[in-house]
């Protein structure tokens, strides 16, 4: 009798968490303050439009505004004299030809990128353009004044992100500059150096938003991100060819797109004023598959191609 008891309490407890769950899932304003970011970016250029100009220059950044981005996206290394450039890798052998960490160079000595340069998410495709000098950050803020810009910190580098820190502040615009990285170390930092910033998701908060959504906790949870930041999967092996050898299977990329491509959980962030971007979508196809799942923006090398697609579909 007990034990029947018991069982019939458990399942009542199980039913009701259930029902809470999903309710707040739906609801998520009942228990969390809706967030309010002082930018809403459908379009976001990647790298600055990396298919269209030379990825990173002030002339792909120029390129991309004029045609109608919302929000570039972007990646900063330090120079060996103190300076912060705009560069996506490290070691500039990919970029212009040179086998050389950007750690290593002085700024007047950076050389310039190559003249074709491939573009990283549309294998075999390449962008050129008048402009192949590494950018300096402050450039960038300065001309974009009011312009949101997402900074990914790749290097766990105090100085670096002390110094990314103060030029935000210097041009007073934290509150459209973002924190990237996809390292939860490296995130502490930037969090700690410039707290009033908005940030994204690292990769560990990435699995840990997951294992809160499959486990119906997360509509109970309190999250400090403003901003998720993920691949749309079915890019992988198409025009991007990952690194990593395990995703290039097609099995655990079909994995990760189950998991993760749930148009519910995309939904409840929204709902809780975050905003989810996807990337990186360089066709129609790719673009509508994004705002299908509920991306609230795209990032995209080709900032035209987005532009167009945005005209012709403006409810999305």
């Known amino acids: 009798m007990e034990a029947e008891l018991g069982v019939g309490v458990l ?3 199980v039913a009701l968490y259930i029902s809470c769950s999903v309710y707040l899932l739906r609801n998520p304003i009942v228990l969390h303050k809706k ?11 990647h790298r600055g439009g990396a298919g269209e100009r030379i990825e990173n220059t002030i002339e792909a950044f120029t390129h991309a505004v004029d045609v109608g981005t919302e929000m570039l996206e972007l990646d900063c290394h330090l120079t060996l004299d103190g300076y912060v450039v705009v560069c996506h890798d490290k070691n500039l052998e990919r970029q212009t030809g040179s086998d050389v960490d950007i750690s290593s160079v002085k700024f007047q000595d950076l050389p310039l990128y190559r003249k074709k340069l491939e573009v990283t998410f549309s294998a075999g495709r390449y962008s050129m353009g008048r402009d192949r000098r590494i950018a300096l950050l402050e450039d960038i ?3 974009f004044p009011q312009t949101p810009i997402n900074i990914e910190v790749k290097q766990n580098n105090d100085l670096l992100i002390q110094k990314v820190s103060s030029l935000v502040k210097k041009y007073n615009r934290e509150s459209i500059t973002v924190w990237a990285s996809e390292d939860s170390h490296i995130m502490a930092k930037c969090r700690k150096q410039n707290p009033f910033m908005p940030y994204s998701f690292t990769v560990r908060r990435g699995i840990l938003l997951l294992a809160l959504y499959y486990t119906g906790l997360l509509p109970f949870c309190p999250l400090g991100e403003s901003l998720l930041q993920f691949y749309l999967p079915r890019v992988f092996n198409r025009g991007y060819i990952p690194e990593e050898s395990f995703l290039k299977s097609r099995v655990v990329v079909s994995l990760i797109e189950k998991l993760t491509m749930r148009k519910s959980l995309l939904e409840h962030l929204v709902k809780r004023g975050m905003q989810v971007q996807l990337f990186v979508c360089n066709n129609e196809e790719d673009i509508a598959a994004a705002f299908a799942v509920g991306a609230t923006g795209v990032m995209s090398d080709y900032p035209t191609v987005l532009s167009d697609y945005l005209q012709k579909h403006p409810s999305v």
């Open 11 to 13: 399942v009542v407890f």
């Open 35 to 45: 967030k309010h970011l002082a930018f809403y970016s459908r379009h976001i250029s």
């Open 141 to 143: 803020f300065k001309k």
